[in-house]
């Protein structure tokens, strides 16, 4: 039997708990304190695919991401709370625009199967199919049908729902006595810290110094019967304004904000209210600050080049770590969850394909180990 601490209950922990459970020898114990969990405030967009990102590594990475969940739809049993395949329209201000997004949409279908189809949609077509938008905001869009809206709250649930892990909840520290390490005192074969931006504070206490920052995320939720959106309505990112994900019918989430400079705060802010709702208000017909009936709020870890980090520990033959997932942790998160875990059952991974070294999300200067 092998004894394995995760700490951390969002998608990342969720993900490696599911994975490793496939392994009747390992038991699994995870800690979670779930305070601004990432994973339940945010949005649920997958939809990667019609990215500027320049990078690489994470589009490789948030590929094999979006196409993991329908294997896990299948796996986990996973219903369409949890995770609803509803296609995503990218809308553009200009046809320039629009005609360079189709550009990038077809030169990366080919690729990427997950895509699904993908159409331009004309401003009258939008109309036609989104009532409830302003559609001479838009000179058009692109729809791409495998676009997808996770509820993280859910899924984890659902997921974990799957495993025979033991959930504790509670904070979770670390410690190193000889070749043995604790966690709450208790000592594991192996641990795997998936705990967001909180991943600094405990590696802080095995004496290294992770270059992870806290980002405040705040998202709106509006309902009233008279706005007419459907549960399995397409996510819509429109150029320049917030984006609108529908959570049921005649429901909507307006966001997310990216505030850098917050900490670890999660005070819901009147200002970021009115900002998030006035761009609302740009693009849906006859939205009202009455309608707001939640705000969400989550802290993302986020790191310098904007990229997640995954794999072993530098220095620890038995302590794994994911962090930095940031905006887009939950098109990551399953891929890095699934890939902690083969590594975890020594089973090979092929890291540098996906992220660069944890080392280099290390600062040398701090490191007293
Ligand atoms: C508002 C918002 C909108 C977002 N929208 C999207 C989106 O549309 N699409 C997308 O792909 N991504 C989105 N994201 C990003 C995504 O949610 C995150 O990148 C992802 O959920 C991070 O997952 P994680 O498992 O690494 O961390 P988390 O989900 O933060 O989970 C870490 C867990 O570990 C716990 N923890 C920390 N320290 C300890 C400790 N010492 N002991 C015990 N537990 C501890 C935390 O409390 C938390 O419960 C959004 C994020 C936010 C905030």
């Not at 320049?54 to 589009?59: A, E, K």
């Not at 705060?265 to 309608?291: F, H, P, Y």
Request: aromatic share 6%.
């Amino acid at each position: 039997m092998t004894k394995i601490a995760i700490i951390g209950a969002g998608i990342v922990g969720a993900t490696t708990a599911f994975f490793l459970d496939q392994k009747a020898d390992n038991q699994i114990t995870i800690f979670d304190e779930p305070r601004g969990q990432a994973t339940s405030a945010a949005a649920g967009i997958i939809s990667p695919w019609l990215s500027k990102r320049r990078n690489q590594n994470w589009y490789r990475l948030a590929n094999v991401g979006a196409a993991l969940y329908p294997q896990l739809v299948n796996m986990a049993q996973l219903d369409e709370q949890a995770y609803a395949s509803v296609g995503t329209l990218v809308t553009r201000t200009t046809l320039t625009k629009l005609e360079d997004l189709w550009q990038l949409a077809q030169s990366r279908s080919t690729a990427a199967p997950q895509m699904g189809h993908v159409e331009q949609w004309s401003q009258q077509q939008i109309e036609a199919r989104l009532p409830f938008l302003k559609a001479d905001q838009f000179n058009g869009g692109v729809f791409v049908s495998g676009g997808a809206r996770v509820d993280g709250k859910h899924l984890v649930t659902q997921l974990l729902a799957h495993t025979k892990a033991s959930l504790v909840q509670q904070k979770a520290r670390i410690a190193q006595r000889q070749t043995q390490i604790l966690v709450n005192q208790e000592s594991f074969d192996k641990i795997v810290i998936a705990s967001g931006a909180g991943a600094a504070n405990l590696v802080r206490q095995l004496g290294l110094n992770l270059l992870v920052r806290p980002q405040k995320g705040q998202l709106i939720e509006v309902a009233d019967q008279h706005l007419a959106i459907k549960k399995n309505m397409p996510v819509i990112m429109p150029e320049g304004e917030r984006d609108l994900i529908a959570c049921g019918p005649h429901r909507l989430m307006i966001g997310a904000t990216h505030e850098n400079d917050q900490a670890f705060d999660l005070t819901v802010s009147n200002a970021v209210i009115d900002d998030l709702l006035s761009s609302g208000q740009n693009v849906i017909e006859g939205l009202t600050k009455s309608m707001i009936t939640n705000v969400r709020v989550g802290t993302r870890a986020y790191t310098n080049d904007f990229a997640p980090f995954f794999g072993k520990l530098t220095g620890f033959s038995n302590i794994w770590i994911a962090s930095g997932l940031g905006s887009s942790g939950l098109t990551t998160g399953p891929a890095i969850g699934k890939m902690l875990a083969q590594d975890v059952n020594d089973e090979p991974v092929d890291y540098p394909s996906f992220s660069l070294p944890v080392s280099n999300y290390l600062s040398s200067s701090a490191r007293n180990a």
